[in-house]
């Protein structure tokens, strides 16, 4: 296995979408052409089912781990005010909706959505689904939340409203590590609002762990996962870390680069950790993620109904993803668009009447076949080349790539048909890198994406 790291650690994309962000070719996207292709995803899949995902980018403090587009403050005066643009861009995609929306699945991110008050969380959620309680049986509610600021409000407002996931951001529980990315938070902290929880009834929690932080020992992903295991989350997501300070500046620059751990060092945290977890029977799920049997996490996954999204692993597999608030990514399938990755153009766009979108892409039909093989290897560690695709004059090329994963028995090739084997899997993100037709030198790569191990 050192060997293989050592060998495949490069830098590669970790596929929330094909093509990549950096590869979009629609700089200006304007609004009129982005909203074509949801009229276009209304024609061709006569569906009105959706995803929603609300970006709320408020946090307290820095961590210095973080990737994510986020504002620091402690002034809570900016809650309202950014909930009642939020809600505006709900209002003006409405209008500008061929269909009525069912909304299958909403997720909270961030930021720390939890930075808001419960009473403005339930004032959005009440203009995006009117009065009414949601049916968790029909549409599946999650939030991300920072174990340090969720109150009981917190949980009792949004498990009533219809909530039954949340996951819970650790990291790591070693004092030494969480004074390196500065996210101080105990155990016993979490356990508080873990066991709340799962006393109101929420069904599905979910803990983030993190390896290859600053200053991280195999005593501390033990000790990390060991208490994680105590409360027995029904799920839990074990990222590798992202060294991208060139992307997200000094907010990564909190520790010094030697004291992250090497490449074989780094992966045999990930090894102690999965290990730990599979003989607690977890079930390892796509990239970076286990369950337990009974979570539908793993029942999709098992029946190879899993989909992936800008939101990461999903149960709901809807064909337009709507995302709402600064920087938030939207999918309609067959196209892509990011809104204003400032606070202030956010709202300056909103107050102006015009949905936020700024840059994107237009897929074409080869990003389209090309989207689809990756997502079923993201997904099932499997894809099946279409012989009759007017694109197949690539897939000697792509065979090619892949020659020296399948002599080192990470990937399997049966006629048309492309497998991950259980060794590849930790290599599945290099085996879709032979099918993304943007990645042409390694300068491209170094410069845009983290290490693929």
Not at 233 to 252: C, E, F, M, T
Not at 319 to 345: C, Y
Not at 421 to 431: A, D, H, K, S
Request: hydrophobic share 35%; aromatic share 12%.
């Amino acid at each position: 296995m050192q060997t293989l790291v050592q060998k495949y650690n490069v830098a590669g994309p970790r596929y929330t979408s094909y093509p990549t962000v950096p590869f979009w070719k629609n700089p200006t996207l304007s609004a009129e052409d982005w909203s074509k292709t949801i009229e276009r995803n209304y024609r061709h899949f006569q569906s009105n089912e959706m995803s929603l995902y609300v970006h709320l980018p408020f946090c307290e403090s820095l961590c210095t781990f973080c990737g994510c587009h986020k504002r620091i403050t402690k002034n809570h005066g900016v809650e309202a005010p950014y909930i009642d643009a939020v809600i505006k861009e709900w209002e003006m995609y409405r209008e500008a909706m061929p269909f009525s929306p069912d909304i299958q699945e909403l997720h909270f991110g961030g930021g720390t959505p939890t930075f808001f008050g419960a009473d403005q969380l339930e004032r959005l959620l009440q203009a995006i689904f009117g009065k009414k309680k949601v049916d968790p049986e029909h549409v599946e509610l999650g939030f991300e939340a920072h174990p340090n600021n969720t109150s009981n409000e917190h949980l009792e407002t949004l498990y009533q409203f219809g909530f039954r996931r949340l996951s819970l951001g650790i990291q790591d529980y070693s004092p030494v590590v969480q004074k390196a990315i500065n996210r101080i938070q105990s155990f016993d902290q979490v356990k508080t609002v873990h066991e709340h929880a799962r006393k109101l009834g929420y069904t599905s929690i979910s803990h983030d762990l993190v390896f290859g932080l600053p200053k991280q020992e195999k005593a501390d992903i033990v000790d990390s996962v060991a208490k994680t295991l105590s409360l027995r989350p029904d799920r839990i997501s074990l990222y590798s870390y992202a060294h991208v300070p060139w992307i997200k500046g000094n907010g990564q620059r909190g520790f010094d680069e030697n004291d992250l751990p090497k490449d074989d060092e780094k992966r045999a945290l990930y090894e102690i950790a999965k290990s730990m977890l599979l003989k607690s029977g977890y079930i390892e799920i796509g990239m970076d993620h286990f369950a337990l049997p009974t979570d539908s996490l793993a029942i999709a996954f098992l029946n190879k109904s899993l989909h992936r999204n800008f939101m990461g692993y999903t149960t709901q597999r809807t064909d337009f993803l709507l995302g709402l608030g600064m920087s938030a990514i939207s999918d309609s399938w067959f196209g892509f668009a990011q809104n204003d990755k400032s606070v202030e153009g956010y709202h300056e766009r909103i107050q102006k009447g015009e949905i936020p979108v700024f840059r994107g892409h237009i897929l074409s039909d080869l990003d389209l076949e090309i989207r689809g093989y990756i997502l079923d290897l993201m997904c099932h560690f499997e894809t099946t080349l279409n012989t009759n695709s007017p694109n197949a004059f690539i897939f000697p090329e792509i065979k090619a790539k892949l020659l020296p994963m399948i002599e080192d028995g990470l990937v399997e090739i049966d006629g048309n048909k492309v497998s991950v084997t259980e060794e590849g899997i930790p290599f599945v993100r290099n085996c879709c890198m032979a099918f993304d037709q943007d990645l042409t030198t390694d300068l491209q790569k170094e410069e845009m994406f983290s290490k693929t191990v």
